[in-house]
């Protein structure tokens, strides 16, 4: 589905994928941290 929707390759989907999930990895351990320093 997400494939087909924007029309990319295997490669660059999986590439694309693993960057959004690492920009959302680094965004959640950022918000858990200044988290834990507030609390």
Same mark, same amino acid.
């Given at each position: ?11 660059? $989907?999986?590439? $694309? ?6 920009v ?7 918000i ?5 320093v507030?609390?």
């Amino acid at each position: 589905m997400f494939k087909g929707y924007f029309d990319l390759s295997v490669k660059d $989907t999986l590439k $694309t994928w693993g960057l959004l999930e690492l920009v959302n990895s680094v965004v959640g351990l950022i918000i858990v941290l200044i988290i834990s320093v507030v609390a």
